[in-house]
């Protein structure tokens, strides 16, 4: 599913994007619109039973961050139902779709569990293939036996969290893995083919944009077929209200996240699959900061920064290592 060689430095080669994104990508591979739904398969976190610790990191929501993922008691198939019912009500000619276990980490069950599921999402009418969203030290070799043979049936990509290559930054985020145990992760997946999405997030407390453009780098230099980039938002009932509160961080603004994106962009390689450039929060939960509820205004101004700096994805890409922080 590696399509290293659809693009070249040329922002032209990417429709009407200066970037390579994930819209672009799945009409590269399918022909038409494909879109994401995301469900929720019911799994917990180690992060939050104990297995590693209690809590979840410091900006999850009670849902694990799947807040516009189905509900967990509702079988598959409704949820997807309910998920594609808001997709054609904005793009009514849509026909296929990617499964998203998005809530949560969805490789933390046994193995049988897990190919049940996600047996049961490939059943679904209209479902080309599926989007795994998981932790690091959630990868044991069973089920990387598992992604390995769903690879080879279907269309797959396995979404790891790293946030930041920075590991004080880790522990003050709760996030109850190291690097080291991300790029193991990696180089794992990467022998058995599978493509991997990246998480980071831009404004974690302590972090300054050298700390925000070395983890890019580090992902950059990990050769991982995607990444998203998140704004970091802050939502109730999480441990970071606390955090803000004690004046431990503040928020971007608009033009600094703007900025950082595009720098990002310039240093990321071109044949990387942009999945996103901001996430979104519940707009009932969101506390801050209030700008990001612009969604499209702000991709909007991404687009226009990149046209009037006359810069794209990779035009400062170099292939020496990035290295994350200790």
Known sequence: M?????????????????????NYHLRHVFGEKVFKVSLNGGFTCPNRDGGVGYGGCVFCSLQGSGDFAGKPN????????????????????????????????NTYAPVEQLRNIYGQALEIEGVEGLAIATRPDCLPEDVLDLLSELNERTYLWVEL????????????????????????????????????????????????????????????STHV?????????????????????????????????????????????????????MG??????????????????????????LKDRQTWQGRLYRTEKGEGER
């Open 2 to 22: 590696n399509d290293k060689n659809e693009t070249q430095n040329d922002p032209r080669l990417w429709g009407d994007k200066r970037y390579h994104s994930l």
């Open 74 to 105: 509702d079988p598959l198939g409704i949820q997807f139902k309910q998920g594609v019912l808001k997709v054609r009500s904005k793009w009514p000619g849509v026909k296929k779709y990617i499964a998203y276990f998005q809530a949560f980490t």
């Open 161 to 220: 969290g790293l946030q930041t290559s920075n590991n004080k930054t880790g522990r003050i985020i709760n996030r109850g893995y190291n690097s080291d145990c991300f790029l193991e992760s990696v180089r794992k997946l990467q022998s058995f083919n599978v493509a991997t999405c990246v998480h980071i997030i831009l404004g974690l407390p302590g972090e300054d944009r050298q700390h925000m453009m070395r983890t890019a780098k580090y992902v950059a």
């Open 225 to 277: 077929e995607g990444i998203k980039i998140h704004l970091l938002h802050l939502v109730k009932d999480t441990p970071l209200v606390q955090m803000y509160e004690k004046g431990q961080f503040e928020f971007l603004s608009s033009e600094a996240y703007i900025d950082l994106v595009v720098d990002i962009l310039e240093i990321l390689p071109p044949e990387m699959v942009i999945h996103r450039l």
């Open 280 to 305: 979104d929060a519940p707009k009932e939960t969101l506390i801050g900061p209030l700008w990001c509820r612009r969604k499209r205004e702000i991709l909007s101004r991404i687009d226009g920064r």
